[in-house]
């Protein structure tokens, strides 16, 4: 059963159509990787599955669970169990990195009908995922992502995720710009949630991450459509060939 | 879209805009020295204060009204403004406050019977609507350590010497356009001393209530802590909704003797007009300190979320050596109002500290200007300030603007000084929800996260007031 389907999703940017008739279904449990060359729409399809206001979808549909999500408020499809990893994390002065996570938690426990967190405890779980991560203790009380260096960002948005246990998880070049042991820290954290029950959408321009998260997916992402599905043996292919042999001729 | 639910977020309806259906004395509008004489024996006032509003009001027609602040406004008509207006009933007995004016100050939430607390926390309060103070509460109590908490009026009646000694030591009645002109017609405000070596127990506390219509109101507050003498003062205040501009000239004069501590904060939340910038207080007040003696202490706090139009600079002058100064200050603006405000520092004395903490915040077609004025006199040996100028923008019709001016003759002395200005960004907003917060609180962490470091100088039930007071600006985003 798909956790996620995405259904001839058209969306424009401006303008520009970006997405053209793209088709996704997200199996329960599975990491699925869409690899694409610049351009292709990759963050675009990120951005249109959470609801975020640059994009315009015009056709298509976005299940989730079951529930046509595609034109629900984004607070909405997060407290459903979305949750996106942004490419670049926005600095909010003045709102402590804690205080943000534990509204974060507890607007979701509301929604789920259980009771909040209460401090003792939230403080506790926060820690011990910050240590596992490799989160300096300090970022958790400074302003969120406020002066966080690159890979600091990525792994309080690794944190956040495992605070807020979703049901699909969205990777948005997660491994960008990390160092190695960066890299080895975030995929520490995306391994300990498959639970044979979250599914994950890793999108990257590189195979590097994929030495550390083996993926059940890869979709090749061209020109606003999925070109080509198939198993991780797709990534040995596309380095050696490129993208251009995916090229609908 | 984005932005057009952020406007609604932060444009919250205004909540105290009504009407007390009471009749009023009024005088017919327009000022001349009849007026002031009429003022003057309407009050019961001695001579000598009649001599001196008229002394004041002749010094006021010599002078300009100021254009330096960076604010835009239809010319005042100070002719077609009445200057005195009282609610007939409930003046000469304080037991007899007409039940209008408890029911309204109820709805308020200020409680003027004893037995109701404000937050369960004994607040004593003076109560003043339009020219006159209807109820002081825990007078007597206060007497009995020697605290006079009463209405301008009664003390200059009661306690003439302590008058005569210092109303207008620290605004002198020709200090600027807007003092002189209240020196001339001031109605009601509050007086206070605390004797030497007293910590009052209480919040003392002002709230003033413009009813009347093309009505001023012009309060004059004075506080004087004795040595070694502790006091909390607040006000609040709040006007009807009218389609005309009123204005609001008050002055505040504080004086801190040796080792005294005087803690002065404001919610400021008169009617701000609408979005046209129709209607609203003009709001030009003069408030002063004066760190008179050694190791004394000063501190402003003001949340200022209303008026159209607000012209104002708490300020510390710090004479006694080691004497401190502070001033914290969130000020809104939203709709079309617009803020001039900011504080003055004038070090005199050795060793004196000030700091000041600012933060605007600005939001559909509000223009916020933080204005100040650290002045460090060749005598402030030791002398040091910090000042801190943030600045929030929302949208993008809006505005912040800071004008700091520093003035050093003490090359001891070390003045540092920050600046920011940051906005809120549909990203950050997005960012929030993504998380699964909703648009209104997530505008409301980010604004509360930037007034943190103001509203934890507020005394604690107050600070309950300025949160709420802030959601409720904030009200309304989800829709």
């Known amino acids: 059963m798909s956790k996620l389907e995405i259904k001839n999703l058209k969306a424009k940017i401006g303008d520009k159509e970006i997405l053209k008739g793209l088709d996704l279904a997200l199996e329960e449990g599975k990491v699925h990787v869409i690899m694409g060359p610049n351009g292709a729409g990759k963050s675009t399809l990120s951005k249109a599955i959470v609801g975020h206001y640059d994009i315009n979808v015009t056709d298509g549909k976005i299940i989730f669970k079951g529930k046509d999500i595609t034109n629900e408020e984004p607070e909405i499809r997060a407290l459903e169990g979305l949750f996106l990893s942004f490419q670049h994390p926005v600095e909010i002065p003045g709102v402590n990195n804690a205080y943000f996570l534990r509204t974060a938690v507890n607007a979701k426990r509301r929604y789920e009908g259980k009771e909040e967190l209460n401090a003792a405890e939230f403080l506790r779980e926060m820690r011990e995922i910050a240590k596992e991560i490799g989160l300096k203790p300090e970022l958790l009380n400074r302003s969120l992502n406020v002066g966080f260096s690159g890979g600091e960002k990525k792994r309080n948005e690794v944190l956040q995720m495992m605070m807020l246990k979703p049901d699909v998880i969205i990777l948005d070049e997660i491994d960008s710009g990390l160092d190695i042991d960066a890299l080895k820290d975030v995929s520490k954290g995306i391994n300990k949630l498959r639970d044979g029950k979250r599914s994950f959408l890793i999108i990257t321009h590189y195979s590097r991450i994929l030495d550390y998260v083996k993926p059940d997916y890869i979709h090749i992402l061209m020109d606003g459509k999925v070109v080509k599905t198939a198993g991780p043996e797709l990534v040995e292919k596309l380095e050696k060939e490129g993208y251009s042999s995916f090229e609908e001729k | 879209m984005a932005q057009e639910e952020v406007n609604k977020a932060i444009s919250g309806e205004y909540k105290l805009g009504f009407e007390i259906d009471i009749e009023e004395d009024k005088v017919p509008p327009g000022l001349n020295e009849d007026i002031i004489r009429f003022i003057s024996k309407k009050k019961n006032e001695p001579e000598w204060m009649t001599e001196l509003r008229l002394k004041a009001y002749r010094k006021w027609l010599t002078m300009e009204e100021p254009h330096w602040a960076k604010l835009d406004y239809e010319p005042i008509d100070y002719q077609a403004i009445s200057y005195y207006a009282a609610p007939k009933k409930g003046v000469d007995s304080l037991d007899e406050v007409d039940p209008k004016i408890l029911e309204a100050y109820n709805k308020l939430g200020i ?22 103070s209807v109820k002081t509460t825990y007078q007597e109590e206060l007497k009995k350590l020697g605290i006079i908490f009463c209405s301008i009026s009664e003390a200059i009646r009661d306690y003439p010497e302590l008058v005569k000694k210092y109303m207008f030591s620290v605004v002198p009645m020709n200090d600027n356009f807007f003092a002189a002109l209240n020196s001339a017609v001031f109605t009601d405000g509050t007086f206070v001393y605390i004797p030497k070596g007293v910590r009052c127990p209480m919040e003392l506390s002002t709230y003033f209530r413009i009813n009347a219509i093309n009505t001023g109101q012009f309060e004059r507050t004075l506080i004087i802590a004795d040595e070694g003498s502790y006091v909390s003062y607040n006000e609040g205040c709040s006007a009807p909704m009218r389609d005309e501009n009123q204005l609001h000239a008050a002055v505040v004069e504080l004086i801190a003797l040796k080792d005294a501590e005087i803690k002065y904060s404001t919610i400021q939340n008169w009617y701000p007009g609408d979005e046209e910038g129709r209607g609203g207080i003009y709001n030009f007040v003069t408030k002063r300190g004066l760190c008179e003696g050694e190791n004394s202490k000063i501190s402003w706090t003001q949340v200022e979320t209303g008026s159209s139009i607000t012209w104002k600079y708490p300020s510390c002058i710090l004479k006694g050596d080691n004497s401190v100064g502070e001033f914290y200050s969130v000020a809104i603006t939203t709709l079309a109002q617009q803020a001039d405000t900011g504080t003055k520092m004038i070090h005199i004395g050795k060793n004196t500290t000030s700091t000041i903490i600012s933060k605007g915040i600005s939001a559909m077609k ?93 005394p604690m039930e107050y600070a309950v007031e300025a949160r709420a007071l802030l959601n409720l600006t904030l009200e309304g985003s989800v829709g």
């Open chain 2, 111 to 132: 409680p003027l019977e004893e037995q109701k607390q404000l937050a369960g926390v004994k607040v004593a309060v003076d109560a003043v609507v339009d020219s006159v």
């Open chain 2, 366 to 458: 509000g223009q916020n200007t933080y204005r100040g004025l650290v002045k460090f006199y060749s005598s402030a040996k030791g002398a040091r300030n910090y000042s801190e100028c943030d600045s929030l923008l929302i949208g993008d019709k809006c505005g912040a603007h800071t004008f700091p001016y520093l003035e050093s003759k003490d090359s001891e002395g070390q003045i540092e000084h920050e600046a920011t200005t940051t906005k809120i960004s549909d990203e950050q907003l997005f960012y929030l929800r993504q998380r699964g917060i909703s648009e209104e609180d997530a505008v409301s962490m980010i604004v509360h996260g930037f007034c943190k470091e103001v509203f934890n100088q507020l």
